[in-house]
């Protein structure tokens, strides 16, 4: 996927100084070739770290190299300044980790006691206000810490990426669609910077490209994405001629920013003075890796955006919409998979989730915009939209969101995309998450969380969690298993 940082290792063993600093730096050493063994590239730093003079060397050393995410490592007990300092000063993500002791036969000349260390650790972190990724059980084996590594990876491409990104929006929210308007003042907590606009600046850069020599091309390509679902190849052009509007804004606007999303309005005036919907443009932005968030969903898109790093893979944007109908579960889903009809719902948006998560698309008109605007008339201005059902696949349904007060909050749920034919239209599927009734009313209502929920392709649930407890997110809510009772749920229901 575009559009997101890569990510360079690094790893810096410390050691306090009345331990063996040779006992730290073989078992950094260890580490790193237990990275290499499972495909996972480190910068092993040569300097260990026992004071605040090592620190800042190798601080030098880490940037000379390019290293973009660091792995502190407590090879013995640490020193809590320096380490603490290095996160510090090194100022991009940090994974803190221990090693566990090897062997009994070793246990004088050879104990690091690093399982001591970290808490001394976390507690100069917390001293100093710095943030740092800590795994569910930091202290282990190379093998061990070398998976932990791993699942570093997604926390500090989000986080990352969050810090060099640009959320471009266009336009106020449409009137009655306040749920998704919130306060944007986090964003900058986040790292990400934000610039919005009018949607007449959107319609005049649009009028500006009217003519554009590019436009021939990615009308081919677009027809080509399209194949036999290309029902309305008379609007293609106004489609290109409107995401190469975008794509330039993109890169006229970044500024000193390397990555950019989209929140834009997208009805009702839209239609009426673009001549079309913009569902199929935004589809093909995110399937690029560029998110393109519906009705100027500015949470929407950076939820989108996390959950690209995090899966580095295609997202969507759908509102949790509609119940299953019971005949459909009577006959689909009873008995041939083992959730409940509450656990099911329908995930819909009206096309922005691209072709390649789609069982099959067809280019269609915006049904729900033509009964409003053109209720007699044939589809002129609401066409546009991509429809088809969604691949059946793992999911992760998830949202960053500021609420009303300003304060972060968050919710990740695991499910699925059921192989059950929606009959409706929209971009749309079938979605099953355990305990989705409980969830849906305990932190979806009572949590104040609006209708469009980020949806990655895959179970991403571990690494979307630990990404919002890095970014300081003190709520974080998820589908509690049965037996284990929400705050807010009666005991007595």
Not at 136 to 154: L, Q, R
Not at 422 to 439: C, H, K, Q, V
Request: glycine share 10%.
């Amino acid at each position: 996927m575009m559009n997101m940082p890569e990510i360079r290792l690094g790893i810096v063993a410390v050691s306090r100084d009345c331990f063996p600093a040779s006992l730290s730096a073989g078992r950094r050493t260890a580490v790193c070739k237990a990275c290499s063994a499972k495909g996972i590239d480190v910068y092993e730093c040569p300097t260990t770290v026992e004071s605040e003079k090592d620190m800042l060397k190798a601080v030098e050393e880490l940037k000379e190299a390019g290293v973009n995410a660091l792995v502190v490592y407590l090879g013995n007990f640490g020193p809590e300044t320096a380490e603490t300092l290095l996160a510090k000063r090194f100022g991009l993500p940090v994974m803190f980790a221990a090693a566990a002791e090897e062997t009994g036969d070793n246990l004088v000349g050879g104990r690091g006691d690093a399982y001591c260390g970290m808490l001394n650790a976390s507690y100069n972190l917390g001293l100093r206000g710095v943030k740092a990724y800590i795994p569910e059980y930091p202290v282990g084996t190379a093998d061990e810490v070398a998976d932990m590594i791993g699942g570093f990876i997604p926390v500090a491409r989000a986080v990352l990426g969050l810090s060099k990104l640009k959320v471009i929006s266009f336009g106020p929210r449409p009137q009655d669609f306040l749920a998704c308007n919130a306060p944007i003042a986090r964003i900058y907590d986040l790292g990400a910077e934000i610039e919005e606009n009018s949607e007449l600046d959107l319609f005049a850069a649009f009028n500006a490209h009217a003519g554009d020599a590019r436009i021939e091309k990615v009308v081919a390509e677009m027809a080509e994405e399209l194949g036999q679902g290309n029902k309305m190849p008379g609007i293609l052009p106004k489609l290109a001629q409107y995401e190469i509007t975008l794509l330039d804004w993109a890169e006229e606007h970044k500024g000193e920013r390397e990555f950019v999303i989209f929140a834009n309005k997208c009805w009702p005036s839209f239609q009426t003075q673009f001549g079309f919907v913009p569902c199929y443009v935004n589809s093909r932005l995110t399937g690029r890796g560029i998110p393109v968030s519906c009705e100027v969903d500015i949470w929407g898109a950076v939820s989108e955006y996390i959950g690209q790093c995090v899966s580095d893979d295609a997202v969507t944007l759908l509102d949790i919409n509609n119940t299953v109908p019971a005949d459909i579960y009577e006959n689909d889903i009873k008995g041939k998979f083992t959730y409940a009809h509450t656990d099911t719902f329908m995930g819909f948006h009206c096309g922005n989730t691209t072709a390649k998560k789609l069982t099959s698309c067809e280019m269609k008109y915006q049904l729900i915009m033509h009964r409003g605007l053109e209720p007699d008339k044939e589809p002129d201005i609401t066409r546009g939209t991509l429809e088809g059902d969604i691949i059946p696949s793992q999911i992760t349904f998830f949202r960053l969101q500021s609420t009303a007060d300003a304060q972060l909050a968050a919710y990740v749920a695991e499910g699925e995309i059921l192989p059950v034919a929606t009959r409706s239209f929209g971009g749309i599927g079938i979605f099953a998450i355990n305990e989705m009734g409980r969830f849906y009313r305990h932190v979806l209502i009572e949590g104040r969380f609006p209708h469009h929920g980020a949806v990655t392709f895959a179970h991403n649930g571990k690494a979307l969690f630990n990404v919002f407890r890095y970014l300081g997110v003190a709520s974080i809510g998820f589908n509690q298993p049965k037996g284990m009772l929400y705050k807010s749920e009666n005991p007595f229901a």
